[in-house]
């Protein structure tokens, strides 16, 4: 994987080469003139850049990180009443929550920001590093400290820590999951067509391979009902069930629904 830099960013490069080494990627470091539109128009491969803001995601002239800076107006209108996610996940009761299908965490920061202690779970070692980044820059702002601070990063395999939490009888209150690839969705045409909207989940569908992605979410539903006294699944409205079980209540919206599956036979959670 390349790194575009300018000279001036070199040391940070450095860094994230570094620790994206540690993860098993190999980086190599390119050092450019000027790391603008234009040069990403000309190097349309996917790549990794590094500027003032920090680590990036670039390909076919776009870039694109977790900026979790820009949810801040979404964040300070949100409340427990006026999210479907916050009943789905009974966030009224302050839970603690995993979310097993990180994406660019910007769910995460609902749930933290509405009460839920989060444990974020990512498998892959580039995106996991731009959302740690993303973290480490959220941190430095007077709004986003408090919020981020309640959400811990995980570098795993969502499956294997869902299995280790149950084997250690580590029980959450709640499991989240939001697949990013539904496969066998109904109206799947309008499904697509809806992703290709933003630019971020455009590069985020060219980092993530979909073989091992397409059937996460079929996979992860039995084991977070393992260890979770409700485990919460965000599909789009048309979309099939979940490893085609059927919830036992939704919360429908207009492009979106959230599926509930509640665990109160086992009594031992808590």
């Known amino acids: 994987m390349r790194l ?9 490069a450095q860094h994230y080469a570094a620790v994206l080494a ?13 790391l603008n539109a234009r040069f990403l128009r000309l190097n349309p491969e996917l790549a990794l850049c590094v500027d003032e803001s920090g680590l990036w995601l670039c390909a076919n002239g776009m ?17 427990l009443k006026s999210e479907m ?20 965490g910007h769910d995460t920061l609902l ?16 995106l996991f590093t731009l959302l740690e ?24 395999d969502s499956a294997d ?22 496969q066998r969705d109904q109206n799947q045409q309008a499904i697509k067509k809806q992703a290709q909207v933003k630019k971020q989940m455009q590069l985020l569908h060219m980092l993530l391979p979909e073989d091992g992605e397409m059937d996460l979410g079929d996979q992860l539903l039995p084991l977070a009902q ?11 409205r048309l979309a099939v069930f979940l490893n085609e079980q059927q919830p036992d209540t939704q919360w429908q919206g207009d492009a979106c629904r959230f599926d509930a599956y509640f665990q109160l036979d086992h009594q031992t959670l808590g």
């Open 226 to 236: 393992q260890i979770a006294k409700r485990v919460v699944v965000k599909r789009p």
């Open 22 to 34: 540690s993860r098993g990627v190999a980086v190599k470091i390119e050092i450019v003139e000027k």
């Open 4 to 12: 575009y830099v300018e000279t001036q960013f070199q040391e940070q």
């Open 63 to 79: 870039k694109m990180q977790p900026d979790w800076q820009a949810e801040i107006p979404r964040l300070k209108r949100a409340s």
């Open 161 to 182: 820590y869902l299995k280790q939490c149950a084997v250690q009888s580590h029980y959450r209150d709640v499991v989240y999951l939001d697949p990013m690839f539904p």
């Open 111 to 126: 749930l933290a920001t509405l009460g839920a202690t989060v444990t974020l779970v990512e498998r892959h070692p580039i």
């Open 133 to 156: 980044d993303s973290q480490q820059q959220a941190l430095k702002d007077a709004y986003l400290a408090p919020i981020v601070s309640r959400i811990h990063l995980v570098f795993a």
């Open 85 to 104: 996610i916050a009943r789905a996940c009974n966030l009224a009761e302050k839970p603690n929550l995993i979310d097993a299908t990180a994406g660019l």
